[in-house]
Every structure is written in structure tokens, then in C-alpha cells.
């Protein structure tokens, strides 16, 4: 299976400011994904990233909060812009060949803002 | 309602019973995986199965895909078991994975 680096693994953030997590695979994956999860909450899918062209973006989740960016098969990076307390969670990307592959996800961000 | 339900939400057992958690789905799957979570939020994958049965070491997993039902089996359980276990769906429509709330196991020596 994939090997999933994601960075940084955590983060505390003042209000106001942006984070970028990126998430970096051992070997060219076909989809990957970008999770949040709430505390106590299971996981949302915020967006597909998609290579070469933009994110494909869940209902409740849009482009300008949640920046995405797909440079090639390998690579995803997510910001988190103008951060809030409610945007404290844990942040995942997973990656699969295709839709009937398991995913297979990264160690997660743990970003708390103050 | 939840698309995906699991139960219980928390279980607390002693090293070495037989641990069950159930998942029930309410939507069209093409398949369905069970997750495991640590306390510093990182995900494994351990299994993805569309029908019958699927075994690796001490766990256990099956389907019923009539009864929109699936169980996670843990034999001889061991403190290192313990974590959140995630169902998911794998939408036949949408193509996406639609998460259950996760059940809290705790394996005490």
C-alpha cells in the first residue's frame, strides 16, 4: 500500500492566519482526498483533489476557506485560510488508485487556533 | 438518521474476550471498509469488502450485504487493540465514503 507523509503533524495557530498542510505519497495515486475531523465528530470529506485542474468540493465547503492544490500524482497541499477556533480539528488526505481501492489515509494534522 | 450506523458507541473489555462491533447502512454500497484510529489521529485501513468474509491475524471482518450489515470481529483482544473502529460505506452512487460516529474500544490487562 501507499506510503502517506503528511505535514506538519501538528500545528497551533493564532485566529486569523492560514495553514498549509501537504501530503506527500510514495508512488503516483489516481485520487486523493482531503477529511476533516471534529472533535468527537467522525470524518467530512472537505474536497477531491484533483491533478491539474481544481478540487472538486463537498457541499458546505468552498474554495476560498479551504484552498487545494494538486501539482502532479504525488503531491496535495490544503490551506486552511483565515482560521477561527472552529476550525480546530484534525485534517486528513487519503489516496486510492481508483473508487474500488481501499483508501489508504495519512497520520492526520492535529491544528488547534487559539 | 445516520447513513451509517455502528454500536455500540464505546466498549470496555478485558484482555483476551472476543470483541464484536456492528455496522448498519442505510445507502446503496459498492463496498465498505473498517478503519482503525489511534489517539494521534492516525487512520489504518483494515479492511475493504463488498461481500462474505475477510480475515487478517485476529480480526475478523464480515458482510451482509441483504441485511445492509457488517461486523468487525477482534479474537484473544489485547490492550494494543485498543482505538477508535470507523465504518464506511463506500456510496454506490456518489462514489464516496460515508463515515460511521466510530466505536470507542478499550481493552483493559
Known amino acids: 500500500s501507499a506510503v502517506i507523509s503528511q505535514k506538519p503533524s501538528r500545528d497551533i495557530c493564532q485566529r486569523g492566519t492560514s495553514l498549509t498542510i501537504q501530503c506527500q505519497v510514495d508512488s503516483q495515486v489516481t485520487m486523493m482526498f482531503w477529511y476533516r475531523q471534529q472533535p468527537g465528530q467522525s470524518l467530512t470529506l472537505i474536497a477531491t483533489?484533483?491533478?491539474?485542474?481544481?478540487?472538486?468540493?463537498e457541499s458546505g465547503f468552498v474554495i476560498d476557506k479551504f484552498p487545494i492544490s494538486r501539482p502532479n500524482l504525488t503531491f496535495s497541499t490544503l490551506t486552511v485560510s483565515n482560521m477561527s477556533p472552529e476550525d480546530s480539528s484534525i485534517y486528513l488526505c487519503?489516496?486510492?488508485?481508483?473508487?474500488?481501492?481501499?483508501?489508504?489515509f495519512g497520520d492526520g494534522t492535529r491544528l488547534s487556533i487559539l | 438518521k445516520n447513513e451509517v450506523e455502528q454500536s455500540p458507541q464505546n466498549l470496555t473489555a478485558q484482555e483476551g474476550e472476543f470483541i464484536t462491533i456492528n455496522c448498519s447502512y442505510s445507502v446503496g454500497i459498492s463496498a465498505l471498509h473498517w478503519l482503525q484510529q489511534h489517539p494521534g489521529g492516525g487512520i489504518v485501513s483494515l479492511f475493504m469488502l463488498s461481500s462474505g468474509k475477510k480475515k487478517h491475524g485476529r480480526l475478523i471482518a464480515t458482510i451482509n450485504i441483504q441485511e445492509k450489515h457488517s461486523s468487525l470481529h477482534i479474537t484473544a483482544s489485547h490492550p494494543r487493540d485498543s482505538a477508535v473502529y470507523i465504518c464506511a460505506a463506500l456510496n454506490q452512487g456518489a462514489q464516496k465514503l460515508v463515515f460511521g460516529q466510530g466505536t470507542r474500544l478499550t481493552i483493559n490487562p
Open positions: 483533489a484533483n491533478q491539474g485542474s481544481e478540487a472538486t468540493y
Open positions: 487519503s489516496v486510492s488508485g481508483t473508487h474500488n481501492q481501499p483508501q489508504h
